[in-house]
């Protein structure tokens, strides 16, 4: 049995395009739920996906819970020993109250790496796989987000190389999930339905790549 | 002190992937180690790359995907496992690198280009060039240039290197015109200079059986005696992927020469005998009483240094007709019990091919 935490935003969470938080794709329409079922019952996928979650930065307005860091920890140490870990983050960091360019997103993603290698939650102690999935850049129209992503756009579009930049300096699995879904018109930022099936599969093909003993 | 886990990233191989092959000055060892992994096996999964040269997965991850973003490596389709879902096997891309091979002789300079599996894309056989000409190298170079328009479009910046094969032996030299050995010494730097392309000079014998080992017969061999039939025979031992040889002018006189010695008395044409590619008419009686000296004396080298070393394999190369070889291997298989005697699959020219392996391992092997 392997274990496998999808640690995101609400793009893991499920969120549909143009909703609330409560609204939510079902289990098996999420990513998470698409990815599991790829790979089979031997596989045990754990959700956690929140809605506005950032890589390290407390949010002043929407609260410090909304920080990958903060929660990561405990997160491990519940879900732990853990086989594979999938950060999927980056959109929220570029809201205009952070003032972060691509690079410094991709340093918060290197200090939720750090934070995994100094846990070790793996079986024996060992440090899991590490998988960065880049998210999809936002579209221009983002309608009524544009005031809280003000500039964000551009950004956007930059956060996979610099993840794959972060990826390749502290040798981690790499996936730039630009290459197979786009965002969703409805808001810009968030997934279809159908994007969440066709991340869910080529996710697990990137994990089934990574080999893996009986 | 900085925290140094939180300086600015240092990513080996990622940044600079849109700049092509040649940007990658020095290629980390683990990197080589990936791609002479692959050189020697087609399809071969992540997994299996990890467990074959004991690299961690998330290492095996970032270097496969460099090496795929530089074009170096391609994915094949995806096998079916008997449990468990299918792996994806990778492969070198046959696109990705290119390579030139130039060997001398004292009857013909081969010219050869092959692409990153060996797979001959141009080959021509020059005549020498005439004593009176004032450089040696005016053909060569056009001829090279031939070679790399023959390249598909945006290719150029692929091109490797070119290898240079030259004839050490004092016999095989003395067959030239005057001043040959002289001439093949400057040889290497005036290709540089008229070309921009980094040449890699070897000597040819040695360079024929670096060829079998990353692209023919001895792809999967560590250990074996190789025997090349040239004007003479040599032969170079390998051990774990090294080639040795003692003196350069160790070769024997029972080779093509010998034989056009006695298929002359025998009142026969013999130019065939130098024709790459060619096959040979029925020599009857003049050619037996040759191949048996031959196998004579491979067989003696061959018991020589069985004195010292366990030899379990011999390859037979030349680029004369593949039957040739293949018959001799076959006599020696059926004379010496426990070895295994393998025709050469290098054709054409051996040793150009050879040569033109050459840039690939000084650029992409950890063998150097």
């Known amino acids: 049995m392997k274990t496998v935490l999808c640690f995101g935003d609400s793009n893991t969470h499920g969120q549909v395009p143009g909703g609330t938080p409560l609204e939510r794709f079902t289990h098996s329409e999420r990513w998470p739920g698409v990815f599991g079922k790829?790979?089979?019952?031997?596989?045990?996928?754990?959700?956690?996906?929140?809605?506005?979650?950032?890589?390290?930065?407390?949010?002043?307005?929407?609260?410090?819970?909304?920080?990958?860091?903060?929660?990561?920890?405990?997160?491990?140490?519940?879900?732990?020993?853990?086989?594979l870990v999938i950060l999927m983050l980056g959109t929220n960091d570029l809201k205009a109250r952070f003032h972060q360019p691509a690079t410094e997103v991709a340093m918060g993603i290197g200090c939720l790496i750090h934070d995994i290698r100094e846990l070790n939650p793996s079986p024996g102690g060992h440090c899991p796989e590490i998988l960065v999935v880049a998210p999809p850049p936002m579209l221009d129209d983002i309608g009524e987000w544009e005031g809280i992503f003000s500039g964000a756009q551009p950004k956007s579009h930059q956060l996979a190389h610099e993840f794959e930049v972060i990826a390749d300096s502290l040798e981690v699995h790499f996936f730039d999930a630009g290459t197979v879904i786009a965002s969703d018109p409805a808001d810009g930022f968030h997934l279809s339905k159908e994007a969440h099936g066709i991340l869910g599969k080529a996710i697990a093909q990137e994990v089934i790549n990574i080999g893996w003993a009986d | 002190?900085?925290?140094?886990?939180?300086?600015?990233?240092?990513?080996?191989?990622?940044?600079?992937?849109?700049?092509?092959?040649?940007?990658?000055?020095?290629?980390?060892?683990?990197?080589?180690?990936?791609?002479?992994?692959?050189?020697?096996?087609?399809?071969?999964?992540?997994?299996?790359?990890?467990?074959?040269?004991?690299?961690?997965?998330?290492?095996?991850?970032?270097?496969?995907?460099?090496?795929?973003?530089?074009?170096?490596?391609?994915?094949?389709?995806?096998?079916?496992?008997?449990?468990?879902?299918?792996?994806?096997?990778?492969?070198?891309?046959?696109?990705?690198?290119?390579?030139?091979?130039?060997?001398?002789?004292?009857?013909?300079?081969?010219?050869?280009?092959?692409?990153?599996?060996?797979?001959?894309?141009?080959?021509?056989?020059?005549?020498?060039?005439?004593?009176?000409?004032?450089?040696?190298?005016?053909?060569?170079?056009?001829?090279?240039?031939?070679?790399?328009?023959a390249l598909p479009d945006k290719q150029e910046g692929r091109m490797a290197g070119i290898g240079l094969a030259i004839p050490e032996d004092q016999e095989e030299l003395a067959l030239g015109p005057a001043g040959m050995a002289e001439r093949f010494e400057t040889l290497s730097k005036e290709i540089e200079d008229a070309l921009g392309i980094e040449v890699y000079v070897q000597n040819d014998i040695t360079a024929a059986a670096a060829g079998e080992s990353m692209f023919g017969a001895a792809k999967t061999l560590d250990d074996y005696l190789f025997f090349y039939i040239g004007a003479r025979l040599h032969h170079r031992l390998v051990l774990n992927h090294q080639i040795f040889h003692s003196r350069a002018h160790e070769s024997k006189p029972v080779g093509l020469l010998a034989l056009e010695a006695s298929l002359c008395r025998a009142g026969?044409?013999?130019?065939?005998?130098?024709?790459?590619?060619?096959?040979?008419?029925?020599?009857?009686?003049?050619?037996?009483?040759?191949?048996?000296?031959?196998?004579?004396?491979?067989?003696?080298?061959?018991?020589?240094?069985?004195?010292?070393?366990?030899?379990?394999?011999?390859?037979?190369?030349?680029?004369?007709?593949?039957?040739?070889?293949?018959?001799?291997?076959?006599?020696?298989?059926?004379?010496?019990?426990?070895?295994?005697?393998?025709?050469?699959?290098?054709?054409?020219?051996?040793?150009?091919?050879?040569?033109?392996s050459l840039p690939f391992s000084s650029k992409f092997t950890v063998e150097q």
């Open chain 2, 268 to 356: 026969f044409e013999t130019d065939v005998l130098w024709k790459r590619g060619g096959n040979w008419p029925d020599f009857g009686d003049a050619k037996a009483e040759w191949f048996r000296t031959c196998v004579d004396e491979l067989k003696a080298s061959l018991a020589a240094a069985s004195q010292f070393l366990p030899v379990n394999t011999v390859i037979v190369s030349s680029y004369a007709p593949t039957n040739v070889c293949e018959k001799i291997a076959d006599v020696v298989k059926a004379e010496e019990t426990g070895i295994d005697a393998i025709p050469g699959r290098l054709q054409l020219s051996p040793k150009a091919l050879g040569a033109a």
């Open chain 1, 38 to 83: 790829q790979l089979g019952p031997e596989w045990h996928i754990i959700e956690e996906g929140l809605s506005g979650r950032t890589t390290v930065h407390e949010d002043p307005i929407e609260g410090d819970i909304k920080s990958g860091r903060l929660y990561l920890r405990p997160c491990l140490m519940s879900h732990a020993p853990l086989d």
């Open chain 2, 1 to 149: 002190m900085p925290d140094m886990r939180f300086a600015p990233p240092n990513p080996i191989r990622i940044a600079d992937r849109s700049s092509g092959m040649n940007a990658v000055s020095v290629r980390s060892y683990n990197e080589r180690l990936v791609l002479s992994l692959l050189l020697q096996n087609n399809g071969l999964s992540r997994m299996e790359i990890g467990n074959r040269t004991g690299l961690s997965a998330q290492t095996v991850s970032v270097i496969v995907r460099s090496l795929e973003q530089e074009g170096l490596v391609i994915k094949g389709e995806a096998v079916k496992g008997r449990m468990g879902p299918p792996t994806i096997p990778l492969s070198l891309n046959p696109e990705g690198a290119y390579s030139v091979g130039i060997s001398l002789g004292h009857r013909h300079t081969d010219v050869v280009m092959i692409d990153f599996v060996g797979q001959v894309k141009f080959y021509t056989s020059l005549p020498l060039p005439d004593e009176t000409d004032p450089t040696n190298h005016s053909r060569l170079v056009e001829t090279v240039n031939q070679a790399l328009a």
